[in-house]
Structures are given as structure tokens and as C-alpha cells.
């Protein structure tokens, strides 16, 4: 069962990621190359409209991911693993009550905790794969399972704190898509 999670978590990364660089690639070409607002390529419309939805759906599936690798597989869970969770469990409170506006506290707060969430996932997934122990080891900050363990590596590079940064850089994506959608409505 703990392979076929992970292999269907690992797949939706690789999906994420892709979700990423593509929206990315229109952000940028829509801005900088085109000088257009990107509310004038109709593939984009469907996702603004539908971004908030789209963020909860990611940060559900984090939380509950995160939750079957402690709670069903039995990694504990490093420090730099908790701070992950700090900031990405509160989201589905933040983005969930906030499905059908766009508040500015809520775009902000989701913006703060992906980003923050995102910075300590790409450093934790640096530490797995230079294998040192960081500016601070865990040892340091307590009683802790080693931040550079890898429990899982799927596909040859993907690892839990990956997961949870392609989780967060989705998150951003969605939020700063949500902030044109009211521009967007027929």
C-alpha cells in the first residue's frame, strides 16, 4: 500500500511540476515577450476561474500525504518536516474559507505560508540530496529523525520534501492566478 501511495503522490508531482513550468512559461511570455495580460490566452481562463479550488485541492492532498507517511507508514517525521507542516496545514483553513472571494488577507496569507513552506521544503529536499546536515543539523534542534534521512525516492529524484515544495510552488501558482479571476468572468 506505502508503494502505490507514493507512486500516485510521485506521479501528481511530476504532473505539479508540470503545471508549474507551463504556467510559468505563459506568465512570462504574456508579460515580458507579448506584453499582454495573461486573461487573453483562453487555456488560462479555466484555471484563474477555478485557481482557489485548485489550491485547496493541492493543500488537501499535502496535508493527507503528509499525514499517511506518519500516521499509516511510520516515518517520523524530522524537524524541518514539522516546520513543512506548519505552514501548509493551516492553508486548507485559509484557502478553504475563502473559496468563492478574493481576499486580499487570504491571497497574502496563503502567499506568506507557500513561500516560507517553499523556502524550508527546497532546503530539507538540499539536504537529502547533498546528504550534510545544514547549517543547523537536527541533532541541534532536538531529539529528531536525521533531516537528510530519505525515506522514499520515486522516479529517481523525487523525495517527500520535494513533494511538498512542488505542493507550495502550486499553492503560489494558484494564488497569484486567483488574484485576476475576477477579471476574468463573462
Request: glycine share 8%.
Amino acid at each position: 500500500m506505502i508503494d502505490i501511495v507514493t507512486t500516485l503522490l510521485a506521479a501528481l508531482t511530476v504532473l505539479g511540476q508540470g503545471i508549474v513550468l507551463v504556467s510559468l512559461g505563459i506568465v512570462l511570455y504574456a508579460r515580458f515577450l507579448a506584453k499582454k495580460s495573461i486573461t487573453k490566452f483562453p487555456m488560462t481562463i479555466y484555471i484563474m476561474l477555478n485557481s482557489r479550488k485548485f489550491a485547496f485541492g493541492v493543500a488537501v492532498i499535502a496535508v493527507v500525504g503528509s499525514l499517511f507517511y506518519s500516521e499509516i507508514a511510520g516515518y517520523e517525521p524530522c524537524k524541518l518536516c514539522w516546520i513543512q507542516r506548519i505552514f501548509m496545514y493551516p492553508l486548507i483553513y485559509v484557502i478553504g474559507g475563502n473559496l468563492s472571494g478574493n481576499d486580499r488577507h487570504t491571497v497574502r496569507t496563503s502567499y506568506i505560508a507557500s513561500l516560507l513552506g517553499a523556502l524550508v521544503a527546497g532546503y530539507h529536499y538540499y539536504l537529502q540530496r547533498t546528504q550534510t546536515h545544514g547549517i543547523i543539523p537536527c541533532s541541534v534542534m532536538g531529539y529528531s529523525v536525521s533531516c537528510s534521512e530519505v525515506f522514499r525516492m520515486t522516479f529517481g529524484y523525487i523525495t517527500i520534501p520535494l513533494m511538498a515544495f512542488t505542493a507550495f510552488c502550486l499553492i503560489l501558482l494558484f494564488t497569484y492566478l486567483s488574484t485576476f479571476s475576477h477579471t476574468s468572468k463573462p
